[in-house]
């Protein structure tokens, strides 16, 4: 029987390799970035997380050289795992955090205005300009619209390109995220962190359930489980949070039962899973619902990581993809992509999202001593092994269908974030078989 098992020596050095990318996309301000099709050069900002530090233009590589919200926060919930990786890197993390609730902030101040026109115009050649952003948009940009943006420009400054608004997911993962970590990093329960948990919950209650644009960033808006969950994940933490303060918890409670109550109406006949989103068909499923899921990580209830819910999205996904993909043939597991009919770049399997699989089903052992769970998430795991041998090289945004060669993004912040995700829970799932 083969060994489906991670090679011991690929995974540590691939932790590490994980954790400098990481590193390597948050502050930046060494990096100079040219867009000779805007006339636009500028420099990260500190504080600022790039959802890639490559400066790719479309060509074929897509840009993703921007700080997204969503992004960031998932990039910040791996910074624990980052420290535990390079122990030598604490100080610069806890700065690292200390900066990004001060930029966030700074981009999310709601007396902040936007420019009366897009200031690219001038510069850019005829044709890119389609791709510029609407003067109008961004004369509109006021108070809680900045709490809309999915993404900024590495600067701080605003976004000058055209893109799929409004995005609610990224405060609400932020706001989690450093309700949590503020548990870990002091940098986090400043005052600064307090404000900005502030103003991020007090953005989720006013919007949450509303239709929005997904995580995928493709219209028409919708109400997608992953913001569902997301948005259901900050209210419900948000009830403690207000209570260590002695703040009323009941506004925070109503609110996330009555997400919970839009969530349940995405229950899919077909699976018995949840569906990409209220409004998505019979049987149409998507593996950012897991993710978000995972994101949560919660150990009871609805969306608990090993809810009968949960596990029928899974299998369901999984039978899906199994089907789908000719590099799964053959396999215990299958390479996860985004949704059964996506075509970004060919359509094949993520990173983030196979990863995610597998350390759901770490986390998943670590708490059930399911060993089965766990020789799947090894599997899984084994997978990205195949597909990204070198332990140095960064981890892309895809890998081919059929070869698994790199596809889409070389250098993808996410895919270093969710590897550090998972080997931080193989670790606890090797604990606890072992006891």
Same mark, same amino acid.
């Given at each position: 029987?083969?060994?489906?098992?991670?090679?011991?020596?690929?995974?540590?050095?691939?932790?590490?390799?994980?954790?400098?990318?990481?590193?390597?996309?948050?502050?930046?301000?060494?990096?100079?970035?040219?867009?000779?099709?805007?006339?636009?050069?500028?420099?990260?900002?500190?504080?600022?997380?790039?959802?890639?530090?490559?400066?790719?233009?479309?060509?074929?590589?897509?840009?993703?050289?921007?700080? $997204?919200?969503?992004?960031?926060?998932?990039?910040?919930?791996?910074?624990?795992?980052?420290?535990?990786?390079?122990?030598? /890197?604490?100080?610069?993390?806890?700065?690292?955090?200390?900066?990004?609730?001060?930029?966030?902030?700074?981009?999310?101040? !709601?007396?902040? /205005?936007?420019?009366? /026109?897009?200031?690219?115009?001038?510069?850019?050649?005829?044709?890119?300009?389609?791709?510029?952003?609407?003067?109008?948009?961004?004369?509109?940009?006021?108070?809680?619209?900045?709490?809309?943006?999915?993404?900024?420009?590495?600067?701080?400054? &605003?976004?000058?390109?055209?893109?799929?608004?409004? =995005?609610?997911?990224?405060?609400?993962?932020?706001?989690?995220?450093?309700?949590?970590?503020?548990?870990? +990093?002091?940098?986090?329960?400043?005052?600064?962190?307090?404000?900005?948990?502030?103003?991020?919950?007090?953005?989720?209650?006013?919007?949450?359930?509303?239709?929005?644009?997904?995580?995928?960033?493709?219209?028409?808006? =919708?109400?997608?489980?992953?913001?569902?969950?997301?948005?259901?994940?900050?209210?419900?933490?948000?009830?403690?949070?207000?209570?260590?303060?002695?703040?009323?918890?009941? &506004?925070?409670?109503?609110?996330?039962?009555?997400?919970?109550?839009?969530?349940?109406?995405?229950?899919? &006949?077909?699976?018995?899973?949840?569906?990409?989103?209220?409004?998505? &068909?019979?049987?149409?499923?998507?593996?950012?619902?897991?993710?978000?899921?995972?994101?949560?990580?919660?150990?009871?209830?609805?969306?608990?990581?090993?809810?009968?819910?949960?596990?029928?999205?899974?299998?369901?996904?999984?039978?899906?993809?199994?089907?789908?993909?000719?590099?799964?043939?053959?396999?215990?597991? !299958?390479?996860?992509?985004?949704?059964?009919?996506?075509?970004?770049?060919?359509?094949?399997?993520?990173?983030?999202?196979?990863?995610?699989?597998?350390? +759901?089903?770490?986390?998943?052992?670590?708490?059930?001593?399911?060993?089965?769970?766990?020789?799947?998430?090894?599997? $899984?795991?084994?997978?990205?092994?195949?597909?990204?041998?070198?332990?140095?090289?960064?981890?892309?945004?895809?890998?081919?269908?059929?070869?698994?060669?790199?596809?889409?993004?070389?250098?993808?912040? $996410?895919?270093?974030?969710?590897?550090?995700?998972?080997?931080?829970?193989?670790?606890?799932?090797? =604990?606890?078989?072992?006891?």
């Amino acid at each position: 029987m083969t060994d489906l098992r991670p090679d011991p020596d690929w995974l540590a050095g691939r932790r590490r390799a994980a954790a400098a990318e990481l590193r390597a996309a948050v502050s930046a301000t060494h990096l100079v970035r040219e867009r000779p099709g805007f006339g636009w050069r500028l420099s990260p900002a500190p504080g600022s997380i790039l959802a890639s530090v490559r400066m790719d233009s479309w060509d074929p590589n897509p840009d993703y050289f921007h700080h $997204w919200v969503r992004d960031a926060a998932i990039a910040l919930a791996a910074v624990p795992a980052a420290m535990a990786a390079d122990p030598g /890197s604490e100080g610069f993390w806890r700065q690292a955090v200390a900066d990004h609730v001060a930029f966030s902030l700074c981009t999310s101040d !709601p007396a902040r /205005s936007g420019p009366a /026109s897009n200031p690219l115009k001038a510069g850019t050649r005829p044709d890119h300009r389609r791709f510029l952003r609407p003067d109008a948009e961004l004369a509109a940009l006021c108070g809680s619209r900045w709490l809309e943006e999915p993404r900024f420009a590495a600067d701080g400054t &605003p976004d000058l390109e055209n893109w799929s608004r409004p =995005q609610d997911d990224g405060p609400a993962l932020r706001a989690s995220v450093l309700m949590k970590l503020r548990k870990i +990093l002091p940098e986090a329960a400043t005052a600064a962190g307090e404000k900005l948990i502030e103003r991020d919950l007090a953005h989720v209650l006013a919007v949450a359930g509303r239709p929005a644009i997904g995580p995928w960033e493709e219209g028409p808006a =919708q109400r997608t489980t992953f913001t569902l969950i997301a948005e259901w994940d900050a209210l419900d933490r948000a009830a403690a949070w207000a209570d260590e303060r002695g703040l009323p918890t009941d &506004p925070w409670r109503t609110a996330a039962e009555k997400v919970a109550a839009l969530v349940r109406k995405a229950r899919d &006949p077909a699976s018995g899973g949840w569906r990409q989103s209220i409004e998505a &068909p019979e049987g149409a499923l998507d593996s950012a619902t897991v993710l978000a899921i995972l994101h949560a990580g919660r150990e009871a209830g609805p969306f608990a990581l090993s809810a009968a819910s949960t596990r029928a999205t899974v299998a369901g996904l999984e039978r899906a993809f199994a089907a789908l993909y000719p590099i799964n043939r053959g396999r215990s597991v !299958p390479a996860i992509g985004r949704w059964d009919g996506d075509v970004y770049f060919g359509g094949n399997p993520w990173f983030p999202a196979t990863l995610g699989f597998a350390e +759901l089903h770490y986390r998943i052992a670590a708490r059930t001593g399911d060993a089965a769970a766990f020789a799947r998430a090894e599997a $899984w795991m084994r997978l990205i092994e195949e597909v990204a041998p070198d332990p140095a090289a960064p981890l892309p945004e895809q890998f081919d269908r059929t070869t698994g060669a790199a596809v889409s993004c070389p250098a993808l912040t $996410w895919s270093a974030a969710a590897f550090l995700g998972a080997a931080t829970a193989r670790d606890d799932a090797v =604990q606890a078989l072992a006891r």
